[in-house]
């Protein structure tokens, strides 16, 4: 008994492919821990696991060895499943149905009785804004519906574990505020979230810690901020009025849209050097602003460094 | 069992609002009125060719749809990635079958339900005379394609479409002629070849055994302990089927 959501010990996953049956390993040995209430951002390119350990959490698919357990129970056990509420990447669902049609249908899937299923399908739909296409079959809906009835149906058990393979896919800006929320809105719950998402600003504005995975192997753990630094990196000065850009400490990285020159310092000396001197040639300052790395810079240097090594261990 | 409920009601919904059963059903209709025409090219025993003609339509087509819809019941789930929702449910992957299963059968009920009414009518219409074999003949086609579907689960379970389309047909075929086999291995001098012939004879599935048709063409009588005894061998055998396939079903990966 650990009080984590989600362990893994070792999870190794092997697919066989090809006429050959050739060995494939998607997962090298996984040692996750997912603490209870808090959102966990999964994190990584294409092909580095990340399905294939949700698949796994959730049963889908058996680990070649290695073990795990939700919420105390054993991987793709009946009695962890009944915790978790799951949405699967680009989620493909029976389109002849409405929507309250599919929501009773999952609803019953979890054992729940006609008047708890309604109750929770009138508490759902507005909560992602389809009460009105409630008698509407799923064929008609847009991607962005069909990710949100998709949220809502794994929702309907109220989840203490809700696991969302790339939430945000295909939706409009608003769309994605209103994911964002759901999941600020289920850890206000105490609902812990594990998501998968190449959205970096999503992951990065909404979980507590994130984990990076790259070629099947867990990178690195932990806060944004333990992950990039809480250092600013540069500072971006945006001066307007100048005619003569010569002789200014720093060059101009680019202008805007109303003509002013944005430039980049390493430091605030630098900065102040330069508004000093742009001052006295009677420029104007628009903006400064300091800027710290982004989790989306931060994944790819990482990314960028793994991708280097194997190719270095490769030539070896 | 509210979860085999809520899988079979989904699944004879998906088979209601599919447009390839209602043609498939449509062509049946068609060619149970078409023996009409089919009996007036015939010289002699008007009656025996419609009757006749009208059983061999419902069981052809309830024959196609258990095999193609049946095939495609499990695979559409997977390819369709449908079923990534359900398993990771708190459903135990046999219940998954069985629902799919019995929301197959409860299709199939259907229409046969429709293609006898429109059988019974084009017999009155014609004057071509009920025999008291026809019920106990259009129930046991009934079983013999539960029995058909179980078989078409199974390969459906763990092949391709293509692959499972070719076993479950084949299977079929076979278990047509499974009773043949056994009387030519008892016609061997060969023990061996006895002893295989009769094993084989007990694996695979004897469908010959649900055939009534004769019987009712020609207004023979049927026991009732037959009929039974049919009814509870194709159970039996499709059970069987059942637990093999939620066996190999359990253990699958969903890529």
């Avoid at chain 1, 009944?82 to 249908?105: C, I, K, S, W």
């Avoid at chain 2, 990534?84 to 459903?91: D, E, N, Q, R, W």
């Avoid at chain 2, 009769?198 to 020609?218: G, H, I, K």
């Avoid at chain 2, 059970?239 to 396939?245: E, H, Q, W, Y």
Wanted: charged fraction near 20%; charge should be neutral.
């Amino acid at each position: 008994m650990t009080g984590a959501a989600i362990r893994t010990e070792g999870l190794r996953k092997v697919y066989r492919t090809g006429f050959l049956r050739r060995e494939f390993v998607a997962l090298h040995g996984l040692d996750l821990t997912v603490n209870r209430g808090e959102v966990f951002g999964l994190i990584g390119p294409n092909g580095a696991g990340k399905t294939t350990t949700l698949k796994m959490l959730m049963g889908l698919n058996a680990p070649t060895s290695g073990q795990g357990w939700i919420l105390d129970k054993p991987l793709g056990s009946l009695e962890a499943l009944a915790q978790v509420g799951f949405l699967p990447e680009r989620p493909y669902f029976y389109d002849y149905l409405t929507a309250t049609e599919f929501l009773h249908f999952y609803g019953q899937l979890h054992g729940m009785t006609k008047s708890q299923r309604t109750h929770k399908i009138d508490e759902l739909l507005p909560l992602v804004h389809m009460e009105r296409a409630r008698n509407t079959q799923l064929r008609k809906f847009s991607k962005g519906m069909l990710q949100r009835v998709g949220i809502a149906q794994a929702l309907m058990n109220d989840p203490s574990l809700v696991v969302l393979d790339e939430p945000s896919s295909g939706l409009d800006p608003m769309g994605r505020m209103l994911i964002r929320d759901i999941v600020r809105g289920l850890k206000r719950n105490g609902t812990t979230v594990l998501f998968c998402s190449h959205v970096l600003s999503d992951v990065e504005e909404v979980s507590d810690r994130v984990g990076i995975l790259i070629g099947g192997r867990l990178q690195q753990v932990g806060t944004v901020e333990e992950l990039v630094g809480d250092q600013e990196s540069s500072i971006e000065i945006v001066l307007g009025g100048l005619e003569d850009l010569e002789g200014l400490p720093l060059a101009p990285q680019r202008s805007n849209a109303r003509g002013h020159q944005i430039f980049v310092a390493d430091d605030h000396e630098d900065a102040r050097a330069l508004v000093t001197a742009a001052l006295a040639r009677g420029g104007e300052l628009h903006g400064y602003h300091s800027r710290r790395e982004s989790l989306e810079q931060h994944f790819m240097d990482e990314a960028t460094a793994v991708d280097r090594l194997e190719r270095e261990e490769g030539a070896r | 069992m509210i979860r085999i409920w809520a899988i079979a009601v989904n699944t004879f919904r998906e088979a209601v609002r599919d447009k390839i059963l209602y043609s498939l059903l449509f062509f049946a209709l068609v060619m149970i009125a078409g023996s009409v025409l089919i009996a007036d090219l015939t010289i002699g025993e008007y009656g025996k060719i419609i009757r006749d003609v009208g059983l061999a339509a419902i069981s052809i087509f309830g024959l196609l749809i258990a095999v193609f819809v049946g095939i495609g019941l499990i695979y559409k789930e997977i390819e369709g990635k449908t079923i990534y929702t359900i398993a990771s449910k708190p459903v135990p992957r046999w219940q998954f079958l069985v629902g799919k299963y019995l929301g197959l059968l409860a299709t199939l009920a259907t229409e046969i339900t429709i293609m006898a009414i429109a059988y019974l009518v084009v017999l009155k219409g014609m004057g071509a005379g009920v025999t008291s074999a026809m019920g106990p003949a259009i129930w046991l086609t009934f079983v013999e394609l539960a029995v058909v579907t179980a078989i078409a689960i199974l390969f459906g379970a763990f092949t391709s479409p293509m692959l499972s389309a070719f076993f479950t047909i084949g299977l079929t075929l076979i278990g047509k002629m499974s009773q043949e086999l056994r009387l030519l291995g008892q016609k061997s001098e060969s023990d061996l070849v006895q002893i295989l012939t009769e094993l084989a004879y007990r694996v695979l599935p004897d469908l010959a055994r649900f055939d009534l048709r004769n019987e009712a063409s020609y207004g023979l009588e049927v026991e009732w302990e037959y009929v039974a005894y049919a009814t509870g061998y194709g159970s039996a055998y499709a059970a069987a089927l059942l637990v093999v396939s939620s066996i190999i079903f359990r253990f699958r990966d969903f890529k």
